[in-house]
């Protein structure tokens, strides 16, 4: 009890005066040009912003897979690489990358079995809280692969390989899941669906989410925060919180309130645009 009055637990995933620069001399690129961020666990943020803005630099970031030239990311109060070592990160990429020989049952259960080691690891570090593992087999019914669970990765189709990667991530529980993109090779039918199951999930796990994307209207259904990015250089315009009840239903995005919101990034979008140098379209 005392212990906990004089030890201040820092809970938030934090980017400080981070700096990324690619290559040097003429051709060198300014990918993020002074990011302070702070994310507090639990929360779900989405990072929106033209393409080439630094998105997936941030992310690489935070996931301990880059560097900075200057500034620091820090995750629950360790390095962004010491909570990588502990597990406490998961990735979803933009390509899902199973394994091609495993079955989507063991593709999916396979990170959780190796490196218990990182279990033992994470358990000390900032606010983690312990659950029950998952049941892989259920988390796979969710989003609709109950029927896949024994076939190849090949012998699905792209969207169904993406929800594979999407419960890969979960599977390991990781206190923060980063998610680049990932669902933008899904037609808009399952991406609605798969949305709604990622908050679910979320919900139950109390996983703190920085996900990015190229959707306005995914970012305000999805998010407690929006942070609105800028190019050339990388740089935060914009934090939009999203003060919608959650959770959030289908019905919700033709409301007034949802409206309220999109405008509002597509405004800070717009605005990022024009400050920039940039002049091409984005995809
Ligand atoms: N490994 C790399 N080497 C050189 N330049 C890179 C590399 N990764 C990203 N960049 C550059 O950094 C900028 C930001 O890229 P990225 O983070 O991928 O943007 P986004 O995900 O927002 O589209 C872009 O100009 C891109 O060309
Ligand atoms: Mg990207």
Known sequence: MTQAAST???DNISIRGAVKIYGSGPTQ???LNGIDVEIPRGRFVSLIGPSGCG???L???IAGLETADQGEASVFG???????AAKMIGLVPQAPALLPWLSVLQNVSLPGRVNRGADRRRKRIGGHQEKAAPDMTELLRMVGLGDAMDKLPAQLSGGMQQRAAIVRAFGVQPDVLLMDEPFSALDEF???AIQGQLLDIWDEQNTTVVFVTHSVTEA???SDTVLVMSARPGRITASVDIELERPRSQAMLGTPEFHHFEDL???HLQSAWHEGPLTTSAA
């Open 8 to 10: 201040v637990v820092d």
């Open 29 to 31: 690129q300014v990918a």
């Open 55 to 57: 998105k997936s630099t």
């Open 59 to 61: 992310l690489r970031l």
């Open 78 to 84: 360790v390095t962004s690489e010491a909570a990588c």
């Open 190 to 192: 399952t991406r609605e």
């Open 220 to 222: 305000v259904r999805l």
């Open 265 to 267: 990034i597509r405004g």
